[in-house]
């Protein structure tokens, strides 16, 4: 057994949130941890997915003496249809954030508030969607990219441009199953037609119908939202930074964003580093601005400035109890609602900054890519005319901080890896360095470790102990999401410690190429990233994406998008493990087509494996990969 001395542990966390929590006793705060109490026990019915609300006839709920819905819809095929609806809830969402990088990359001008940082993306990407690129402004070429993946959301025929991406292999199986994603709001919107009153119960179809609507996300709305974040504001590269409650500092204004559009926090941190802020800040008594983050905004501008993680998911609220929160300012997505009366409890001013998330006791600002700048001036302002509004003795900042290296897009994966290997490199480099570490056993596999936090599981406890599982057993992990900053949070991805406790075949990789073995690729978005990766593996190796020793793992998820996300994933042939149940657990139909090998893995060539119990789930995923490795013969 390795020793992990030097790692915070989830004992430490949870220590330094109780003390926080008794902070926010004193001045009457409400918390997450006892609105769960609130709330147990959950409801058996929508727990196990059986509860049916889709007409005003019920609610309907299964039993054996109620077999049937009023409608005479049997348990699978309620199960089915809440499955899918919980799926396109995802998709929607996750698209309509690519969608709003879209319109944001169709505002970019030459001196405007949002400019193209990537110009060679850009180019590489007209150039596979088949736009000229030859003599044309580099704006203009924005323009008409941007408008072109805007019609990917709705255009009348053909299917996404960037399933092209995928083996061709891949493409068929989709092709075969019917599922390949047309517009991306036309997968979304029939999937609620599906579900409607009187449309489909078919467990098959509705099963088939969410992968659809989740390729449409991971294969369109999601890798629009990543390519264009990159194109406007840099493709990531390795980067250092610093991670946990204890990056807030005492003595400076701090300024926490939190949600996912890069849009306003690109912003906001150009803002903190303006000189005039900086002055103005010192003028009322702080030492400088810290911009930190929670969730995958976070992640965002971790990736591309090394701005510090305060947290994930599940510490949305304590950077409040920290009572030196001057500002925490969202954009979209996993923010509670408690924020605006948590924050009334302190002196913090909680933000809001989009029409599509507007909360109570908040204060909204909205924004836009044309006031973007006078937006984000007045929010960092704001920001710090609050702090003279604190309350000394209500300050607590936990003094937990780790060392973390992140921003591993696929390029930078490719270039660091290229660099060990000292192969031929193309301009980007290619996996092949990737592909024979993992052919000649020095890294067994890999594990995509992605999604949230989730109440029913200690918070970050299955994370970190999975994490530690696999590289023990030199299998590599690439992170996104909140999974990657409980990573962070720990120690996982401190390039100098975290590899000395990885088995030998890794550690080895970990120091030739100077990289933690535990690889940050981004947001939630950028598991498009995690899927390119694959595909490029799988091109590259000659084999196909089912066979590559690798696998999908949630172990802590929890919102729709996660779901939707777990759909592509195994759609594109990654077996998934997750360790929530998708409410899908009331029907034996339902949890045959997802986690049986009659099911959705006779489409895609992968399945579910849903486990709660994480030990298991991790020797269940470690046999997956040994299983992948002797079914090549390697
Ligand atoms: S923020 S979806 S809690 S990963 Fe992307 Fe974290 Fe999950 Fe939200």
């Known amino acids: 057994m390795k020793d992990w001395a030097y790692l915070t542990t989830v004992e430490e966390m949870e220590e330094a949130t109780n003390s926080l929590l008794e902070n926010g006793k004193k001045v009457g705060a409400d918390s997450w941890q006892q609105r769960v109490k609130n709330q147990t026990p959950h409801c058996g019915f929508g727990e ?319 924004f836009s890519a044309a006031n973007a700048g006078e937006n984000a001036k007045a929010i960092v302002k704001m920001a710090i005319e609050n702090f003279k509004n604190r309350n000394p003795e209500m300050i607590n900042i936990p003094s937990l901080k780790q060392n973390a290296r992140v921003g591993y897009s696929v390029e930078a994966i490719k270039k660091v890896l290229d660099g060990v290997a000292n192969s031929q490199v193309d301009e980007f480099g290619t996996t092949k360095p990737l592909i024979e570490c993992v052919h000649s056993g020095v890294i067994r596999g890999a594990v995509a470790m992605v999604g949230c936090n989730n109440p029913k599981v200690r918070p970050d406890s299955a994370h970190i102990g999975l994490m530690k599982k696999m590289l023990e057993n030199d299998i590599i992990i690439i992170a996104s999401g909140c999974a990657a900053q409980a990573a962070a949070k720990a120690g996982l991805m401190d390039p100098v410690q975290a590899k000395e406790y990885c088995g030998d075949g890794l550690k080895r990789v970990c120091e030739l190429a100077g990289i933690p073995p535990v690889l940050h690729m981004g947001s939630c978005v950028d598991i498009s990233r995690m899927m390119i990766l694959a595909a490029d593996i799988a091109k590259d190796w000659g084999i196909h994406i089912s066979q590559v020793p690798v696998v999908g793992c949630a172990p802590e998820w929890m919102s729709e998008k996660a779901v939707s996300i777990g759909n592509y994933v195994v759609a594109t042939g990654i077996e998934t493990f997750l360790g929530v149940d998708p409410y899908s657990k009331g029907s034996d139909e339902v949890t045959r087509l997802l986690q049986g090998e009659d099911g959705v893995k006779e489409w895609v060539e992968a399945k579910f494996v849903v486990e709660t119990d994480i030990e298991k789930l991790g020797d269940k995923m470690i046999a997956c990969i040994e299983d992948k490795r002797a079914a090549l013969g390697i």
């Not at 989709?174 to 047309?182: F, G, L, S, V």
């Not at 991306?184 to 029939?190: A, P, W």
């Not at 300012?329 to 509670?336: R, T, Y």
Request: aromatic share 6%.
């Open 48 to 366: 196990s997915g059986t509860c049916c609300r889709i007409c005003s006839m019920g609610p309907c709920r299964i039993t054996k003496k109620a077999p049937r819905g009023i409608c005479g819809c049997d348990v699978h095929g309620i199960v089915a249809r809440n499955y899918l609806r919980f799926t396109a809830g995802g998709s929607a969402t996750h698209s309509d954030h690519g969608r709003e990088i879209c319109h944001t990359l169709y505002q970019t001008k030459e001196g405007g508030n949002y400019t193209v940082k990537d110009p060679e993306k850009l180019i590489r990407i007209a150039k596979e969607w088949g736009i000229e690129t030859d003599g044309k402004d580099i704006y203009d070429l924005a323009h008409e990219v941007a408008e072109t993946g805007l019609l990917e959301y709705g255009k009348p025929f053909g299917t996404q441009r960037f399933l092209k991406r995928a083996p061709e292999y891949t493409q068929e199986l989709w092709h075969k199953a019917e599922i390949e994603p047309r517009a991306i709001d036309r997968e979304v919107s029939q999937s609620l037609h599906m579900t409607h009153m009187g449309c489909s119960s078919l467990p098959e179809a509705l099963i088939r119908q969410a992968l659809r609507a989740g390729l449409s996300d991971g294969w369109g709305g999601s890798m629009m939202g990543t390519e264009f974040s990159d194109v406007l504001f840099g493709t990531p590269k390795p980067v250092d930074t610093t991670a946990n409650l204890g990056v807030m500092e005492k003595d400076n204004v701090n300024i926490v964003v939190h949600g996912h559009d890069p849009s306003l926090s690109e912003m906001i941190v150009y803002y903190a580093g303006d000189p005039e802020m900086i002055a103005l800040a010192k003028s009322v008594g702080a030492k400088g601005i810290t911009i930190s983050g929670v969730c995958c905004t976070s992640n965002e501008v971790a990736m591309r400035h090394g701005i510090p993680m305060a947290g994930n998911y599940l510490n949305q609220e304590s950077v409040v109890l920290t009572g030196a929160c001057e500002a925490i300012v969202v954009d979209v997505q996993c923010i509670f609602p408690a924020l605006g009366p948590l924050s009334k409890c302190f002196h913090t001013k909680f933000i809001t900054t989009s029409p599509i998330a507007r909360m109570p006791d908040s204060e909204f600002i909205r």
